[in-house]
């Protein structure tokens, strides 16, 4: 991912997300910045058609909708912070590609784990991808949880 990449980042956020999911263009460029290295895009013909923003995190650490990705000291987790795919290019596997390329990335940089909330009921598709939903969270977690104004889920694997 490069910095020109953000604006067609934010028109696949306006495709896919209804308003109250749609991060600040201000917000976006920060998580950019904050974690490049693990921002992934993936393109077609067209341009952009996917991308995923993650960093590192520890388990348990839910990062609230427009929050700051803040890296800890220690991290064991990666968090995978929002993965969207155009509908234009849907169903070729990107979305699952993107997720397990940050796999093999997590796994070499040591971390354990990996960790997300699911929104707009996408559970199954990750729990495909052998996250399991935890049920069990603090108060810290769960107003990090509501921030995103639809229900939500944390989910996490192992590596």
Not at 16 to 22: F, I, K, S, T
Not at 113 to 122: G, K, R, T
Not at 134 to 140: A, F, L, R
């Amino acid at each position: 991912m490069r910095t020109d990449d953000l604006v067609a980042i934010m028109d696949i956020q306006l495709d896919v997300y209804p308003d109250v999911l749609q991060e600040a263009p201000g917000i976006v460029a920060q998580r950019f910045a904050q974690a490049p290295d693990l921002a992934l895009v993936a393109e077609d013909k067209r341009g952009i058609c996917g991308y995923l923003f993650s960093y590192r995190s520890q388990q348990g650490a839910i990062t609230p909708l427009d929050g700051l990705f803040l890296e800890p000291p220690h991290s064991d987790c990666l968090y995978l912070h929002d993965l969207a795919v155009a509908p234009r290019a849907l169903k070729r596997g990107i979305g699952p590609s993107l997720v397990k390329h940050k796999f093999n990335i997590a796994r070499a940089a040591g971390l354990q784990h990996c960790a997300l909330v699911s929104v707009q009921d996408s559970a199954p598709f990750w729990q495909r991808l052998g996250f399991e939903k935890q049920d069990t969270v603090n108060p810290e977690q769960a107003d990090a949880l509501e921030s995103y104004g639809v229900p939500a889920v944390y989910m996490q694997r192992s590596l």
